[in-house]
């Protein structure tokens, strides 16, 4: 499979973490994974795991499933965007299940997911979400009761009333009149 010389390069920088209870699925990964370039790859059997190994690896970018014992991603995903203990709270998620139904990847997504595949999982399916994460990296939003990825895909004109701060100030900018200059009458 030919990716163009960008991708191929950055997936043979690029330390993957891979976060699955199942070992057979976690060597498919790491096949579809070493198939594409990637050379440096860490495996994890759950959550918990993954986050010991988080504190011995610099990892770029986490492929875990969704449904595992102990804990599963989406307890994973909630603790790398909110723990104080979270070594990168911008680390890509890219969450990986067979429950695709609507309200789950909406789950995911508030969650702080960065992107999702429907199991079963192709190459293609991987290496596209992949390079949307490297890539195409979506900016960080912080609100009083989420963090994570920007959860809008679409850009759409907004037609409301605008409650940003610093659109107001924009705004309020733009329809203040300048400041004339006052004219002095001294010595007439």
């Given at each position: 499979?030919?990716?163009?010389?960008?991708?191929?390069?950055?997936?043979?920088?690029?330390?993957?973490?891979?976060?699955?209870?199942?070992?057979?699925?976690?060597?498919?990964?790491r096949?579809?994974?070493?198939?594409?370039g990637?050379?440096?790859?860490?495996?994890?059997?759950d959550?918990?795991?993954?986050?010991?190994?988080?504190?011995?690896?610099?990892?770029?970018?986490?492929?875990?499933?969704?449904?595992?014992?102990?804990?599963?991603?989406?307890?994973?995903?909630?603790?790398?965007r909110?723990?104080?203990?979270?070594?990168?709270?911008?680390?890509?998620?890219?969450?990986?299940?067979?429950h695709?139904?609507?309200?789950?990847?909406?789950?995911?997504?508030?969650?702080?997911?960065?992107?999702?595949?429907?199991?079963?999982?192709?190459?293609?399916?991987?290496?596209?979400?992949?390079?949307?994460?490297?890539?195409?990296?979506?900016?960080?939003?912080?609100?009083?009761?989420?963090?994570?990825?920007?959860?809008?895909?679409?850009?759409?004109?907004?037609?409301?009333?605008?409650?940003?701060?610093?659109?107001?100030?924009?705004?309020?900018?733009?329809?203040?009149?300048?400041?004339?200059?006052?004219?002095?009458?001294?010595?007439?």
């Amino acid at each position: 499979m030919s990716l163009g010389p960008i991708n191929e390069a950055r997936f043979q920088r690029l330390t993957v973490m891979i976060v699955e209870d199942s070992q057979p699925m976690r060597e498919v990964l790491r096949a579809l994974l070493q198939a594409i370039g990637v050379k440096n790859i860490v495996d994890a059997r759950d959550g918990n795991h993954a986050i010991r190994k988080l504190s011995e690896y610099q990892i770029d970018v986490i492929i875990t499933d969704w449904v595992m014992e102990e804990m599963d991603g989406l307890e994973l995903t909630r603790w790398i965007r909110n723990s104080e203990h979270s070594p990168d709270e911008f680390l890509p998620i890219i969450m990986v299940s067979g429950h695709t139904e609507a309200h789950r990847i909406e789950m995911a997504r508030d969650a702080g997911v960065t992107e999702f595949i429907a199991k079963p999982l192709t190459g293609i399916g991987l290496v596209q979400r992949l390079v949307a994460v490297i890539e195409h990296p979506r900016p960080f939003v912080r609100t009083d009761n989420y963090f994570g990825p920007d959860r809008r895909r679409k850009i759409e004109p907004f037609d409301g009333e605008e409650r940003r701060a610093s659109e107001l100030r924009d705004r309020d900018a733009r329809q203040t009149p300048p400041p004339t200059k006052a004219h002095s009458h001294a010595g007439s």
